[in-house]
């Protein structure tokens, strides 16, 4: 790297997670609607319930949607800002070197960091349409076999990057690195198909057509299953070489990448069960969804905490947010707190207020939601933080005209 270039110059695939981590933060902020607006004609709140909320609600309700409704916008901006510079960016790697290099070693992967990203804007879009366009709930149905197909397309250029990916190590031999597998890296795969499951789930949760909800449950369940089986492969092949060869500092915030794993899939199973219960009358209780969320938010805290004793003790912070070390890698820090604020909100009022353990907007009811809105807020922070690091030219640089 040059000294008046910026990190971002040198491109990694990894740089998808910056577009991610933008998308997953417009859905923290659309918690915000989600739960505390009323939306009694459809599952999710749409534009003429926000601007009804908006105009006759009190002024912390107005204060509530006019921060959601901006950082939407924001985000989604950010996102796709992110996204098409990574597209940009990932054409004109792919035709170097290191493009070649990457794809014949362990980091092959890493290009799954690309339908990961693009499901991601896919449904931050969808809540754009939600927030932003009058009448969207009356023409929705025409949307969903759209969403269902685009969603199926980003799930085959997955699973077809997954086959070249295990068609090259299973069938040649040698060719995986075992040494260098010491971190959940390996579990992008896992987190690409979960983004691709909830997306094809939220049709479920949605329609009112039968077929819609039945293709979308088969579908979700069948991507979702594989996302699962993987994530757990992966985990115990690489938690074994962590084990014997201690975790790649580079890599060490991989290890919470569970967290946003379990939070997507815990969101596609609550869709499935909704369509499951309105469709075809395969009903449950409240106490179910308490056991899910609260099941999901113990191992999350697991690995979360797992994570963080690990990046201390490496020293992570110093080397790769505050230090001179910049890696892309560092994005991956962004998805365990915007997960693990979605799953906070999904547990306190899906959970806890639905089972009558808590009153909605009581003081426990916002002392708990503190924390996922702290999780949230300390992550716009660090968004912001990184991309000042690796997309802001150095002090004092000129620009270098093109021979």
């Known amino acids: 790297?040059?000294?008046?270039?910026?990190?971002?110059?040198?491109?990694?695939?990894?740089?998808?997670?910056?577009?991610?981590?933008?998308?997953?933060?417009?859905?923290?902020?659309?918690?915000?609607?989600?739960?505390?607006?009323?939306?009694?004609?459809a599952p999710v709140p749409v534009f003429e319930d926000i601007a009804g909320a908006f105009n006759s609600g009190t002024f912390a309700m107005k204060s509530g949607i006019a921060v959601a409704v901006v950082g939407i916008a924001a985000m989604v901006f950010l996102n796709l800002k992110m996204l098409f510079w990574n597209f940009a960016e990932l054409g004109k790697f792919a035709k170097t070197g290191a493009y070649t290099k990457l794809v014949n070693s362990n980091g092959e992967t890493q290009l799954l960091a690309m339908p990961l990203a693009l499901a991601m804007t896919v449904n931050g879009l969808f809540i754009v349409g939600l927030v932003y366009v009058p009448g969207l709930w009356g023409i929705v149905e025409y949307l969903f076999p759209a969403a269902l197909v685009t969603f199926a397309i980003i799930g085959m250029i997955a699973f077809?990057?997954?086959?070249?990916?295990?068609?090259?190590?299973?069938?040649?031999?040698?060719?995986?690195?075992?040494?260098?597998?010491?971190?959940?890296?390996?579990?992008?795969?896992?987190?690409?198909?979960?983004m691709v499951a909830v997306g094809l789930s939220a049709p479920a949760a949605m329609s009112t057509v039968p077929a819609t909800v039945g293709i979308s449950l088969v579908l979700s369940i069948f991507v979702g299953t594989i996302a699962a089986l993987y994530a757990l492969v992966a985990a115990i092949v690489a938690f074994n070489s962590m084990l014997h060869h201690g975790t790649a500092k580079e890599s060490a915030p991989t290890l919470m990448i569970v967290v946003p794993i379990l939070t997507i899939l815990g969101i596609m199973t609550m869709r499935q069960d909704h369509g499951l219960h309105t469709t075809f009358e395969g009903h449950s209780d409240m106490a179910s969804t308490l056991l899910l969320t609260t099941t999901i938010l113990a191992v999350q805290a697991a690995f979360a905490a797992l994570g963080m004793l690990v990046l201390r003790r490496q020293k992570y912070a110093d080397a790769y947010l505050r230090g001179d070390g910049n890696s892309p890698g560092a994005y991956a820090l962004v998805c365990p707190g915007v997960a693990l604020s979605v799953m906070m909100h999904f547990w306190i009022n899906k959970g806890l207020v639905a089972a009558g353990i808590i009153a909605k907007f009581g003081i426990l009811y916002w002392g708990l939601t503190a924390v996922a809105i702290g999780f949230q807020v300390a992550m716009v922070l660090l968004v912001l933080h990184l991309n000042r690091?690796?997309?802001?030219?150095?002090?004092?640089?000129?620009?270098?005209p093109a021979e």
């Open 389 to 400: 690091r690796h997309f802001r030219k150095p002090s004092g640089a000129t620009p270098v």
């Open 160 to 194: 077809r990057r997954i086959g070249f990916f295990l068609g090259r190590v299973l069938s040649e031999g040698g060719v995986f690195d075992v040494t260098a597998n010491n971190s959940f890296a390996q579990l992008l795969p896992a987190f690409a198909l979960s």
């Open 1 to 41: 790297m040059t000294p008046h270039s910026r990190p971002a110059d040198t491109y990694s695939p990894l740089y998808f997670l910056a577009s991610l981590g933008a998308g997953g933060l417009a859905v923290t902020f659309f918690m915000y609607l989600m739960f505390w607006v009323p939306h009694p004609n």
